[in-house]
Each structure stands twice: as C-alpha cells, then as structure tokens.
T-cell receptor
Framework: GEDVEQSLFLSVREGDSSVINCTYTDSSSTYLYWYKQEPGAGLQLLTYIFSNMDMKQDQRLTVLLNKKDKHLSLRIADTQTGDSAIYFCAESNSSASKIIFGSGTRLSIRP | NAGVTQTPKFQVLKTGQSMTLQCAQDMNHNSMYWYRQDPGMGLRLIYYSASEGTTDKGEVPNGYNVSRLNKREFSLRLESAAPSQTSVYFC????????????FGNGTRLTVT
C-alpha cells in the first residue's frame, strides 16, 4: 500500500534554514501536504502542492517536489523558536478519499 | 468559528470499559475522519465517513465502531477498551472534492490501564 516516510528528528540553530524531507511511494499522488503540530494541539495545514507543480513558495516556506524521485521537502527560512513543532508530510490521490500521513519530524531549535 | 470540536480532552479507562469519543464540526464539511496518533507512528486512520450516512474502515479499525449521527457529528466508540488503545485520538473533517485538506480537532488523550 501507500507509504510516506520522514526522519523523526531535526535540530537547527535559530536563524538558520530548516529543511524537512519526505519520500512517498504512491506514483499517482495528486496532492502533497505539510501539516504542523504544536504541543497539545491538533494538526494545522501549513501548505500543500499539486503534483503538477515542482515548487511553491509562501513567505518563509518553500516546498519542493521531485515527482520522479517521489521526494518532497519543506524549507523554513530564518527558523524561529515558534517553529518548534512536529511537521507531518501527507499525500492523497484522486482515487482515494483519505490522506496518508508520515510519522512526523520533530523540529527543535537551539539558540 | 469553532472548527472541529472533540470531547473529552482526557480520559482514563480500565481494561474492558466502554466509552464514546464525540466530534462535531461547524464548517458544513461532507467528510469526517478518526485518526489515532502513537509515538513514532504518525497518524493512522481508524474510520472515515465520506458523507452523511456512510462509514468505511481505515487502516486500524479493529476494536472500534463509529456513527455518523448527522452531517456535523461523527462519534468513535470503544466497546471494550484494551491497553493497546492507549493513544491520542484526532477527529478531522474536509470539504467537497478530493484533495481538500483536513481540519483537525485538538485531540482526546486516552489512557487504558
């Protein structure tokens, strides 16, 4: 079945860029998402990208999609302490009515 | 605008007890979902409801039942709780059309002793 994989942890220095990576197996993925989860809260949609795009930029966030390698990344520029959270990659395709999530990457910020 | 509301926020059960987790959304969304979140395993889909009156199994449905009471409400029932069901449970909803992003509630933290 479909699978989405992410590394579990990432630590970056405040002010640096963070790059969170994700790979997926479903070649018919149509939408790919990044969600953010802060402690004690549900997931919030950060951004998403259609599979016919290879890049999307939204303020400090840049999403890159390599459809050939089935690789998605999220770059956060000028990382701040408020960016500390778990970031989930997810995908869906037009034949499924559900979204498949990765296991999440915990981003920690050091001073 | 409340979005997706889940109750309760916390619950402790003894093995064998039953309970129902409640979820309601006020965004007029057609689809609703129940996920569980366990450390290192991300979110796993338990059940979903693509529209009022329909429900389908997800990845990990065993030990759970659901009811789509109306368009707004989607409840999850544990008939006989087991320690393996200790988890954080999230309800989510999404609007019309495939690819519509999910909107999540704040979760219910359940411990089964």
């Amino acid at each position: 079945g479909e699978d989405v994989e992410q590394s579990l942890f990432l630590s970056v220095r405040e002010g640096d860029s963070s790059v969170i990576n994700c790979t997926y197996t479903d070649s018919s993925s149509t939408y790919l998402y990044w969600y953010k989860q802060e402690p004690g809260a549900g997931l919030q949609l950060l951004t998403y990208i259609f599979s016919n795009m290879d890049m999307k930029q939204d303020q400090r966030l840049t999403v890159l999609l390599n459809k050939k390698d089935k690789h998605l990344s999220l770059r956060i520029a000028d990382t701040q302490t408020g960016d500390s959270a778990i970031y989930f990659c997810a995908e869906s395709n037009s034949s499924a009515s559900k979204i498949i999530f990765g296991s999440g990457t915990r981003l920690s910020i050091r001073p | 605008n409340a979005g997706v509301t889940q109750t309760p926020k916390f619950q402790v059960l003894k093995t064998g007890q039953s309970m129902t987790l409640q979820c309601a959304q006020d965004m007029n969304h057609n689809s609703m979902y129940w996920y569980r979140q366990d450390p290192g395993m991300g979110l796993r889909l338990i059940y979903y409801s693509a529209s009022e009156g329909t429900t389908d199994k997800g990845e990990v449905p065993n030990g759970y039942n659901v009811s789509r009471l109306n368009k707004r409400e989607f409840s999850l029932r544990l008939e006989s709780a087991a320690p393996s069901q200790t988890s954080v449970y999230f309800c989510a909803s999404s609007g019309q059309g495939y690819g519509s992003p999910l909107h999540f509630g704040n979760g219910t933290r359940l411990t089964v002793t």
